[in-house]
Every structure is written in C-alpha cells, then in structure tokens.
C-alpha cells in the first residue's frame, strides 16, 4: 500500500480498497454525498433525537448530527450524537466497503476454495478454516486515539438517547460490548444495548444465548473486566453484529472487512484490549453473579422488550477521541434502521451460508418481521422433502435459531405477491406443515408462551419432485401417497367465491375481511379489552382472555360453516387497528401476522383447513395455553411529534400505525 497522503475525500470513495478507519471518515463521506443533515440548535437527548431519527428513516431520509444534543438536566453535551447513519440499502453497503451485496461472503467462501474438496467431503472442517482464513490478527497499539481524552467518570454526561417514551431510562444503542474468555483470552464483541442506570453503572442486556454471557457464565468468582465501545469505523460496528461463528474474533474479522488490521490497544482501567479508534470507551467489571432490574426497552419488533434480571457494568473509565461523535439508533415498528443493517448482513453472509448450508439456494428475511419472525427458503429440490430438511439445517445456523415461521418456495423468495402465490396453490395442510415443538425462541419474542421457548411452523410450498410419494409416480416397491390434484399441479387450486367473501363479512363480530387469494382469506375483528398498544397489559384478565378465545372460535366455526367445501385453506384473524384496504397493507400484514401469534397457541389444522388467530393475545393463565404480560407498541408521544415540527424534515409515510 502505497504511503502517499490522500485527502479525506479522496479516502472515501465507495467501493475502493480503503477502509473507513474511524467515524469521521464516514461521516465526511456522508456530508460529501450530501447525505447528511447537520441540526445546530439543541435537540433533547430524550425522545426528540429519537423521533427526528425515526422520522428520517421511515421516510428514507439522510443520516444526522445533533451538534448540541441537549442532556436531562439541560446541559449541552461536548460530543455530537449522530443517527441513522447506515438507514438504507446503499448506505450500508458503502458503510460495509462494498461494491455489491454479496461482496464480503464471496471474499470470504474465495479464501476458504483452496481445500473446497476437503471441505465438501467434511463440511464440518470448513468453520475452523473460515478463522484461519482470516489470518488477520489485530496490531496492538501504544496510543489509541480513543483514550485521548479523559473524561469524568459519568456517563450520563454523554449525549445517550431515550428513544421511546416508555424505556426504563437512556440506553446505549450501538455499544460495541467487550469481554474476554478466562481461559483462552480471547476477545468477543457483541451488540448488547446498555442502560443508564447512574454516573458509574450501566446495564448490560446480554441475552442468554449471546456469546458475551457465554464468557460470564464460565468467570470464576470476582470482577470480569468488560468495555462498552461506542463509535469507531463502521467495520468495527458491523463486525460486532456480524452472525459469526464463537470461535472467530470479532477483531479479525473487522479487519478482514476494512482489509488492514484493526488497531486495539490496551485499556486503561481493565485487563482488555480495545479498538484504538472508538470514539468513546467506558471500561468497567461486572460481577455477573449479580443482577439488576433492566427495561424495558422499546425494541426490534416494534414492542416493548420487558423487564429483566441482567448484570450491571461498575464504571472504572471513560474516555473519547479528540473529535468523538456518538452514534446511536432507535428501534422500534419496522422499517428501521436496524432492519437495512441487518438485511446488508444477511444479503452479505449469504454465500457462506450457502457454502456451509449447500441446498440454500436463496433466504429472504423480510425486515418487516424483525427478522426472527419468518425466513422464505428456496431450496434445492432434488429428492423428497429435501426443502424441509435444508429449513432443520438453517434452524441450527447462528441466530436462525430463533426463527418462528419458516416457509420453503422454490420462487424468488424476495416476491411477496409469488410468495402468496405458492401458499395458495402448492400447500395442503394435511401434509404441507410440520410444527417442532419447544424449541429455541428470541428472548425479546413476546407472543410466545414462555420465555426462550417456543414452537415452529415449516410451511412447504415447493413443487413435488418426481420421487416424492405424492406424486402418484411410484419408485418400485414404493406406494403413491393421497394427494389432491391441484396439489401436483395438475389443476387450479380450489378457492372461496366473492360472494361468498360477502356472507363472511355480515357475520356477527367480523369487521372487515379481504380475499388475499381465493383460498386465503383475513378478517378482522375487535377484541373487547384487548391490550391497549399505547401500555400493554402486565396481568391476567380472565375473563376478557375468555371472551376473545370463545369470540375467535365462534367465528372460525361460523367461517368454516359457511365455506361447505372446506376449499378456504387459509384463515387468518387479526385486530381491527389494521386497515385492510389501507396503503401499504401488505408490509403491515407481514408484521401484524407474525409478531402476534405463537404456533403452539394460535396455529390450528382441521379438516384441510389452517386456522391462524393473529389478535393481540389477553395475558391469562386458565386458558389452554398460558398468555405471558403483553408489551406495548413503541409509539411517540403526541407532544414528541408537535416538538419535531420547528425542524423541517421530510413527511411521515402513511401506512404507519402511529
Ligand atoms: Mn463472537
């Protein structure tokens, strides 16, 4: 590499060699690409920032600096708070360095092809291959310029958003997490958001399945040295939200990403290395045999994460670079800015997934669905029910443990409408679904019956390969398994008439209804003491949760009297705060579908027929399943919206719930 200085803009073409190094190369690209809004006059830390920030993204709008963003207690905070610095597609493609959207995982799959043979004969060598690959250790520095200046040891002087109205307090959003192994030493980086709880302790929300509570589970008694990063180049920040195998650092595979080493350099206060070029640094140990009450947390899913036993981090410094900004993001209903993040990572990882998952041909992760909610699958179909042995497979990769609803096409599975399509045409419900029973669930998955545990739905909409069973194309010796016709495709699947559709939606308790194919049918209801979205519903009412199960069963046998053909395959319910002839349905369809409805409660297959109750459910314990306390809907207060007003930003979309 040649050692020619180059101006800063030159640095920051997209799609070159170079990587971002720190935040503010990235910001100046942003200003230069005239993406970025800079706001001079004070905006409060608490939930202005965050609504302005929403705003922008809902509406595709530019990245933005607050300049003075304005403390609690009325003071200006010495560093800038920027937001939305990665909501779109491109920006976190250039925020990844890359040119494409696959341009990092098919560096990655071009590193691991010298033993390609070894590896398709003993896919399991290919993970460890995958670190040694990377060979791009972290070069450990003297002088980081995250510890230029020093700061007092309380972190509520930094400018730290309160995002919703409802959050427990101001949370660090996109806090680059570092703890350590005991044994082995090495580094992890993880995303785990962090709550102010005071000048000197900070909550550290690291999930039970994450890598960071991995490292604490396995400390010996006494203080485990932790540093909550905030900042630094946008490789650094992608790598820590990166699905990465626990056996490669974080730190290498930020360097791979910004092709140079990653700077770190020891931290101050605590035995651990840190990225050199963080704009800010809190170190600290955590004793992770305590806990402390943390959320709740207007979060990914659009609801309210709830309250939590986490452990807390103690304060031993703080410090920033000369220049530091502090970047943050706010959470909540879909589209966000951590949907664009997390779709880039997807779209990016997919080469390796296909490489270690070799019958993937295509995934779509809809961010509409906070990303654990549904996976669209397009598998290779050679041999019988190959696709649903590929959506087992993807259940056991990474984060996709958390998965919900997991559909297998063989059609783009980016196309909603060819999506609602196959469903329609290519699903019988007496053998297109397979429900696994008390898996693995998101912790932050609120509609399922308990805590971390969950069922999942396999939906097969793919075409019948000549060897399946059903195809009425026997393999010797072998016998042809039933199957209705428009299942083979040998002719057009059955549906409901119009007016059929119009009987429906004269029955008593029925709002509105819509025909999404001629066998899928929504209809919408309302639900008398339904959990208002503006608070949630902390305890059990039994007897309104006795009212909404006889109101929905009522109504689904009404339905299923009327359709005497049982030819209405698909029936889904779902509260009336959805429009259904509204703009934008669809996306919100997506959400609404999958965010309120849990498959070991609100699934149900009888006669040919699927029955999917997606109404806010009533906490309630008497019922045949149990219903936990129901979180809110992340939504700004009216007074938040008046306020953002004196700025003059880009309109509301509207097919927004709030
Ligand atoms: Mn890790």
Request: hydrophobic share 40%; with cysteine; proline share 8%.
């Amino acid at each position: 590499m040649s050692r020619r200085r180059t101006s800063i803009h030159e640095q920051c073409r997209p799609g070159t060699d170079m990587a971002w190094r720190n935040m503010t190369r990235w910001l100046a690209h942003l200003e230069k690409e005239g993406e970025l809004l800079r706001i001079s006059e004070p905006v409060d830390v608490e939930l202005e920032a965050g609504a302005i920030a929403d705003r922008l993204v809902k509406s595709g709008g530019k990245a933005v600096i607050f300049e003075k963003p304005r403390l609690p207690n009325g003071e200006i905070s010495e560093i800038p708070l920027a937001m939305n610095l990665f909501g779109s597609h491109d920006r976190t493609l250039r925020a990844l360095g890359a040119s494409h959207p696959t341009e990092v995982g098919d560096r990655l799959v071009a590193l691991m092809k010298p033993d390609i043979g070894g590896i398709v004969k003993k896919p399991w060598t290919g993970l460890p291959l995958l670190r040694d690959a990377i060979s791009m250790p972290p070069k450990k520095v003297w002088k980081g310029s995250c510890q230029r200046v020093k700061m007092e040891l309380d972190v509520t002087k930094l400018p730290i958003p309160k995002t919703w109205p409802m959050d427990g307090g101001r949370y660090i959003t996109l806090p680059l997490v570092v703890t350590k192994d005991p044994k082995s030493g090495e580094h992890n980086l993880g995303m785990y958001r962090g709550q102010i709880f005071g000048p000197k302790e900070v909550g550290l929300h690291w999930q039970i399945h994450k890598h960071g509570a991995d490292h604490a589970a396995a400390w010996p008694d006494g203080k485990m040295p932790v540093a909550i990063c905030i900042g630094g180049p946008p490789e650094l920040i992608f790598s820590a939200i990166a699905p990465l195998p626990d056996n490669l650092e974080e730190y290498m595979f930020a360097g791979f990403l910004g092709k140079r080493r990653l700077r770190i350099t020891k931290a101050l206060t605590q035995d651990l290395m840190v990225p050199a070029d963080a704009d800010v640094v809190i170190e600290g140990w955590v004793d992770a045999t305590k806990t402390r009450t943390e959320g709740p947390f207007g979060d990914h899913f659009g609801f309210y994460s709830l309250t939590g036993q986490y452990p807390v981090l103690n304060v031993t410094a703080v410090t920033r670079r000369k220049n530091a900004v502090l970047p943050a993001t706010i959470v909540g209903q879909p589209p966000m800015e951590d949907g664009y993040l997390g779709e880039a990572i997807g779209k990016q990882f997919r080469p390796i997934l296909s490489f270690q998952h070799r019958d993937v041909l295509d995934l779509h992760l809809p961010l509409e669905t906070g990303f654990h909610n549904l996976a669209i699958v397009k598998s290779k179909q050679r041999y019988p029910r190959q696709a649903r042995k590929t959506c087992l497979g993807l259940l056991g990769a990474g984060q996709m443990m958390f998965l919900k609803i997991l559909i297998a096409t063989d059609e783009n599975p980016s196309d909603l409408e060819s999506l609602l399509d196959v469903l329609n045409d290519r699903v019988d419900p007496n053998s297109d679904i397979t429900i696994i029973e008390g898996m693995v669930s998101d912790s932050l998955e609120p509609a399922s019956t308990f805590e971390n545990v969950h069922s999942k739905l396999i939906i097969d909409a793919t075409k019948l390969v000549t060897a399946d069973p059903r195809s009425g194309d026997p393999l010797e010796g072998s016998f042809v398994e039933d199957c209705p016709p428009w299942r083979k495709g040998e002719e057009d699947a059955p549906g409901i008439s119009e007016s059929l559709v119009a009987e429906i939606k004269e029955l008593d308790g029925v709002e509105d209804a819509l025909l999404l194919r001629n066998s899928m049918l929504i209809v919408t209801v309302e639900i008398e003491g339904r959990p208002d979205p503006r608070t949630g519903a902390q305890w059990p009412n039994e007897i309104d949760a006795e009212a909404q199960r006889n109101k929905i069963n009522q109504l689904r046998n009404s339905i299923w009297q009327l359709d005497s053909k049982n030819s209405l395959r698909w029936l889904f319910v779902t509260d009336n705060d959805l429009d259904l002839h509204g703009e934008g349905v669809n996306r919100r369809l997506l959400w609404q579908l999958t965010s309120r409805f849990a498959v070991e409660r609100d699934f149900i297959v009888e006669n040919g027929r699927i029955f999917w109750d997606a109404t806010t459910p009533i906490p309630s314990n008497d019922g045949p399943t149990p219903v936990r306390r129901w979180p809110a809907i992340t939504m700004h207060d009216p007074e938040t919206l008046q306020s953002i007003e004196r700025f003059n930003l880009p309109p509301w979309p509207d097919n927004l719930v709030m």
